[in-house]
């Protein structure tokens, strides 16, 4: 069962690898790609103002022009620059894996879930002839399903980790506030393209670093890279897309959605909020969560005042 299991899994990579878009470098260009397309979709519904989805706007068409500091044209430009940063440090870390050896490594992951799962098995079912079929069902969905799912899980949680503390940081140090942080704080009125509008060295610390250590730490195979990353800039676009859509499941499945961000893009939301691009509970935890509902409390308070 596990040779025949390997062989399948042989014989898949080895198509991949004659293919020119390899796992590797998927991983490099579909983010990017991701990317754009989804910001363009905003970009649309923002000429466009399309009636139905106007009424979910967060801030009206002319406080674009009115209130960012920065055009378009810019925010292009300076995307277009990090995402190149971005493909040559994904280059050097995404090394084209030897199917040989990439072969060897999941015939021993297999080898011993299988014999992990076995065990589990006598132990619970009566010995028949199936229990190697069960045990070995069990190790592979082991291996194609929960695994992966906890390496996901995983990176978001290290992404989230290293961001919200360096983004705390950009904002609490002055010096690297007035000369990185504030490029992005640019854009009082976010809007998808302008998602990874940042000054290099902090789109670099922040995005790129914060990407590549959640890769490497949970040890992630270049085709759940490419997911991993391509989520996580989907994310990120959303999170910036000026539209609060009741429907978006990246905003009903996440607390830190764009009406949780937006706050943080105003003045008066500006040192609340850093968690990004997942969760929420850096900020709950050290006490840097500002909600909707606190910031209507918080007005009326200081108008009674």
Known sequence: MIDYIVKTLHTSYLSIQRDPWADEILALWVPVAAYWIYSMLFHFLMVAEIPYFEQ?????????????????????????FQQLIQVVLGSLVLHPINPQMMITQQEKSLARLYSYCLKVVDLFVAS?????LMAMSLANTLYSVVIPGFQFFAAMVIMDTHQYFLHRLFHLNKFLYKHFHSHHHRLYVPYAFGALYNHPVEGFL?????ATLAMELTRMTPRMSMIFFTFSTLKTVDDHCG???PWNPLQFLFGNNVKYHDIHH?????KTNFS??????WDKLLGTEMDANARIMKSKSAKTN
């Open 56 to 80: 979910y706007r967060i801030h009206t068409a002319d406080d674009i022009d009115k209130r960012n500091r920065v055009s378009i044209k810019r925010v292009l430009a300076m995307v277009t």
């Open 206 to 210: 922040l995005d790129s670093l914060g």
């Open 243 to 245: 539209y609060y859509l």
């Open 128 to 132: 028949s002839n199936n229990t190697d």
């Open 266 to 270: 105003q003045a008066y939301g500006i």
């Open 276 to 281: 990004q691009p997942f969760f929420t509970f």
